[in-house]
């Protein structure tokens, strides 16, 4: 009798349990399916025409294509594609459609000294800037002394916010026992310099589990010192480069050797010398900046494919700093300029990777102008954003994104005129669609049910 009363109880209180936790999936769902039009593909097919279409692939622009879409995937490409009579069709005239575009090395936090919670709705809007700029996937690559962009990622991966689609690598592990953006805060209250001080191989192993635990895609890695100190910045006057190597050969085979066998890709921020070196004989999968790279270094990452990024935001204008330093003999630019024709001598990938930081974010197009100015054809100048970009990307998403073909996302842009005449009409994008959702559009009449909302606002 006091069994049954006992398990009549149970069977109560698991009832109510039950309950509970049906309303709360059921409020969930209520959440994602309330309005939230960012969340969801439009039903039914949609055909976008324009006069021209960029094949990221082969270069070379097509004239007058039809992409086929369905939900948030494309089913077909090209002139003859036929039109189901129900398709919603989006005809953006004399439009030149391109994929939606790829910065694989950015920072969407900001390096001040606002609260997280701040810092974090900050990030948002800048990630979203970015699509809107018609850079539909990035890389944050350190979300500087915060794990904010992991959290945005998710958050977008579950529909919560619209953005684009989003990998990050949370805090870098720097050797400098300090970050760049000298806040000692992190989203667990703990000051985050010294856990991640590489200091042997084993302790480099836990840094990169305890990323992986967190929810990174990438690891950072800071592989030359150039920061540190008052006595040299970047350059000794008589025009070398100052390039301490942060870590041993053993330690950044440790990290690399680790982040693999854990599903993770990494990047090393290095300028040259040693620290260059390090991570290319360790086997990163990216270099930024890369500035004193040597031939022999070329060779190596042609051969082991280990793509080159040039980071102009944070280059551009380091003539006014590095030229008095220097006695006018080099500058962090120069050296880049030299890195990319070395580049495209020795066959070594280029993947589009601007290095925006937060006020600027979805305006880092302008870049392909100076790749055009510093020896890239306009076409391979756009193929860095597209496959060059697609193919260092985490998890295979090269099957995915960076190319208009069928399979992909329906990540789809659209600028007025033709970028192989005029590059910078890549600074000018009139439309954007992610997954089949439109998230801007100034070229055209459209259904309002294929708009977010979102977006726009
Ligand atoms: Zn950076």
């Not at 059921?26 to 055909?47: C, I, K, R």
């Not at 609260?115 to 850079?135: H, I, K, V, W």
């Not at 720097?174 to 992190?186: G, I, N, V």
């Amino acid at each position: 009798m006091r069994k049954q009363s006992v398990s009549r109880t149970a069977s109560l209180v698991l009832g109510l349990l039950l309950a509970m936790v049906l309303s709360a999936t059921a409020g969930w769902a209520q959440v994602l399916n309330s309005g939230e039009d960012w969340a969801e593909p439009p039903t039914g097919t949609v055909a976008i025409r324009a006069d021209r279409l960029f094949d990221a692939n082969a270069g070379t622009m097509l004239a007058n294509q039809v992409v086929l879409i369905e939900r948030d995937r494309i089913t077909a490409v090209g002139s003859d594609v036929r039109v189901p009579p129900d398709a919603t069709v989006i005809d953006l005239g004399t439009a030149t459609v391109l994929p939606g575009m790829i910065d694989s090395h950015l920072h969407i936090t900001p390096q001040g000294v606002q609260s997280l919670p701040y810092e974090t709705l900050r990030a948002l809007q800048q990630a979203q800037a970015n699509a809107l700029g018609g850079f539909t996937t990035i890389v944050d690559l350190s979300g500087r002394h915060t794990w904010a962009p992991i959290d945005i990622r998710n958050a977008i991966n579950r529909g919560l916010h619209w953005g684009p689609r989003m990998q990050a690598a949370g805090p870098e592990i720097t050797p400098r026992d300090r970050s760049m953006a000298p806040t000692p805060l992190t989203i667990d209250g703990e000051g985050f310099e010294g856990e991640l001080f590489v200091a042997g191989p084993w302790l480099a192993r836990h840094m990169v589990r305890k990323l992986k635990h967190y929810g990174a895609d990438w690891v950072k890695i800071y592989a030359t010192q150039d920061f540190e100190g008052d006595e040299y910045q970047h350059f000794k006057p008589n025009g070398t480069m100052v390039n301490s190597p942060s870590v041993t050969l053993e330690e950044m085979e440790a990290m690399v050797d680790e982040g693999h066998r854990r599903g993770m890709k990494l990047a090393c921020h290095a300028f040259g010398g040693e620290g260059l070196e390090n991570c290319v004989r360790a086997g990163v999968d990216k270099i930024e900046h890369g500035n004193e790279m040597t031939d022999e270094i070329a060779k190596m990452m042609a051969e082991k494919n280990i793509a080159i990024c040039f980071t102009l935001q944070n280059m551009i204008n380091t003539p006014n700093s590095d030229l008095p330093r220097t006695g006018g003999k080099v500058s962090r630019l120069s050296l880049t300029i030299d890195t990319l024709k070395k580049s495209l001598t020795f066959g070594v990938p280029i993947a589009f990777a601007s290095d925006t930081n937060p006020d600027r974010h979805g305006t880092q197009a302008w870049q392909f102008a100076k790749y055009v100015e510093f020896g890239l054809t306009p076409a391979q100048a756009l193929q860095t954003a597209f496959m060059g970009a697609a193919n260092v990307l985490n998890y295979g998403w090269a099957d995915r994104v960076g190319s208009l073909e069928p399979g992909k996302y329906a990540d789809v842009i659209a600028v007025s005129g033709n970028p192989l005449d005029d590059i910078t009409e890549m600074e000018r994008v009139r439309f954007v669609m992610k997954g089949g959702v439109v998230l801007k559009n100034e070229l055209t009449e459209i259904p309002a049910g294929l708009m977010t909302s979102g977006a726009t606002r």
